[in-house]
């Protein structure tokens, strides 16, 4: 019998930690994960703010107890660049705090690629000297990179806490807390709570900046993609106009967080706020219908771009209606009939065909055929056969007087889709999903998770995906996003906002069943149980109360216009 080499291992006292390029590291049971990774990181050159441990999200100051493999991840990923946003959300808490101590910071919005748009309430908007001064202050104390403690505290110990300091919409929000105790963090005697975790110290927190954007502010910091400089600074007035309006109406609705939408969902006033809401909606619809058509007869076309799940499709049979009743009769024209041929798609860097690509549609034929139907010429409209990847002739049309050409596509904010045709011909909307209702003050639920929800939803419904495929691929299709529609938003003429504030009520239903049947141990599992985490927060609503007309019904199914073509 030959000689074995298993043996009796003697008790470690010693941990290791593997990484994804081969190399590990021991060191002493407990030891936190953040002096592994100021070791094993060192050279790295986007900040690492938290770690993947064994498929699972860890902050820094997690001990290490077991051997494990560790992803670090950098502010260069998506759960990064989050947990730094949090981060700095809370040093710029505390030293308003410390400076305007009668005053709140609500962090707002976001302003897509110019930072989080911030007010100070309580007090008068801040002048460019108090707005240094609080730049300053939060400089000062990354500076002396103090420690950002974790605390586990009794549910009711939290509310008393944060009743002392002022945060009513926390206390608010506590009330629908299931579990009987919250995880805070206290910075120089400020304690709060955020919605995921945050970095050990303010020592990570070096890059960003304060920009004056009265009545409030935006606070400033690094892309995903270029982690260590912050971005040239963009204006986005007509995007801030609509965030202006979204105020204006949480303001009719007397929703302005998600305690008060639970507040509403508890009390049966949710009737109303879904009512009012869609009223909103159409009103805002027909508003932009009666925009265009006092601009008749020079506007012939209207190009709808945005990004994916914003409820384009219903937007544009929603408008075709209300042109109708300002006596405008919508032409649908399909983009995807203008696909060059497949051999001809340009291919991305891995070497598949990129159908998202300005190039991947002929617009040489696109614009002749435009302008030959603004001159009331009959022409022979392309169809594209998919199962082909071919161009096939398709039917012959002439526009007429009263007609408007509505198409909808990525690139309908691109000057360059369309450079042939008069810019007075034209008239562009951009559509998303652009607003949603914060936590509280401080934690504020990206409009990106929104609209991955309501894809989520209506993958399941309408394709058959299961929501890791849909995960898997999300990433993809924001990084597309950021590169072919974001930059051009604001060539808009009109911008529609089809965030509606119920909506995570209406659709936690649907999608929980969903995220919790994503395979644990898998990078989706990951983002699955975040957005499981923060769906905790709401009270379902009844998707019975939503109109078979609302941009919602296009996710959660049994829409009036599904089968309606203009």
């Known amino acids: 019998m030959a000689k074995t080499l298993i043996r009796e291992a003697r008790p470690r006292d ?41 498929r699972e999200i860890r902050d820094l100051c997690s001990p290490v107890t077991q051997d494990c493999e560790v992803i670090p991840l950098t502010t260069a990923t998506s759960d990064g660049l989050r947990i730094l946003q949090r981060s700095l959300s809370l040093l710029l808490v505390v030293a308003a705090h410390e400076l305007f101590p009668d005053a709140q910071v609500l962090v707002d919005h976001s302003l ?16 460019e000297d108090e707005l240094a001064r609080l730049e300053a202050r939060m400089r000062e104390i990354a500076q002396a990179d103090e420690p950002i403690v974790k605390e586990r505290l009794p549910l009711d110990e939290a509310k008393a806490i944060f009743q002392r300091q002022g945060y009513t919409d926390k206390v608010r929000l506590l009330r629908y807390r299931t579990k009987d105790y919250l995880t805070v963090y206290r910075l120089r005697g400020v304690t709060d709570y955020f919605y995921g975790y945050l970095v ?59 305690g008060s939408l639970n507040e509403a969902v508890e009390s049966n006033r949710i009737r109303e706020a879904v009512l009012v809401s869609e009223a909103l909606h159409e009103d805002r619809i027909a508003a932009i219908a009666h925009q265009i058509a006092d601009l008749r007869p020079h506007v012939r076309l209207v190009l709808i771009a945005g990004p994916t799940s914003s409820g384009k499709t219903t937007f544009s049979k929603r408008l075709a209606v209300q042109l109708l009743a300002h006596g405008v009769r919508p032409f649908t024209l399909e983009m995807d009939d203008y696909f060059v041929d497949r051999e001809k798609t340009p291919r ?35 169809h594209y056969n998919f199962r082909l990847g071919k161009r096939e002739d398709g039917p012959r049309v002439r526009l007429k007087d009263d007609q408007v050409i509505i198409a909808e596509g990525i690139h309908g904010l691109n000057p360059d889709l369309i450079p042939d045709l008069p810019q007075s011909s034209v008239f562009r909307i951009y559509v998303s999903a652009l607003t949603q209702l914060n936590l509280d003050s401080h934690n ?45 938003q604001e060539n808009a003429d009109a911008m ?39 769906l905790q927060w709401f009270l379902p609503c009844d998707s019975h109360l939503v109109p078979d007309n609302s941009i919602l019904r296009e996710f959660i199914g049994d829409s009036i216009l599904a089968d309606y073509v203009p």
């Not at 930072?115 to 002048?127: A, S, V």
């Not at 960003?208 to 954007?213: D, E, G």
């Not at 300005?358 to 009959?378: C, K, T, V, W, Y």
């Open 444 to 488: 504020r639920i990206p409009t990106t998770d929104t609209r991955l929800l309501r894809r989520i939803v209506r993958d399941a419904r309408t394709r058959g995906y299961n929501a890791a495929s849909t995960i898997s691929r999300w990433g993809s299709v924001t990084r597309s996003e950021a590169v072919r529609i974001f930059p051009y």
């Open 112 to 127: 897509t690629l110019s930072g989080l748009y911030c007010r100070l309430i309580g007090r008068d908007p801040l002048t």
């Open 200 to 258: 050990p110290s303010t020592g990570y927190l070096r890059t960003f900046a304060l920009h004056s954007y009265p009545p409030g502010f935006i606070l400033r910091f690094p892309r995903r993609e270029n982690p260590l400089v912050l971005p040239e600074y963009r204006d986005s007035p007509k995007l801030a106009a609509v965030f202006s309006e979204h105020t204006t109406w949480m303001n009719l609705l007397h929703i302005n967080d998600v």
């Open 14 to 54: 010693t941990v290791q930690i593997h990484l994804p390029d081969g190399r590990t590291y021991e060191g002493p049971v407990g030891t936190r994960l953040e002096e592994f990774i100021r070791v094993a990181c060192s050279r790295q050159e986007a900040p690492v703010v938290a770690a993947l441990v064994n």
């Open 348 to 382: 991305d860097e891995h070497g598949a065909y990129d159908f998202e690509s300005l190039d991947a549609l002929d617009r040489s034929l696109l614009n002749q055929h435009l302008l030959q139907l603004f001159r009331g010429e009959e022409i022979m409209l392309p």
């Open 496 to 534: 529609f906002n089809s965030a509606l504030a119920y909506e995570l009520a209406v659709l936690k239903p649907f999608a929980e069943p969903l995220l919790r049947q994503v395979e644990p141990g898998t990078l989706e599992y990951v983002e699955a149980k975040r957005l499981l985490a923060f």
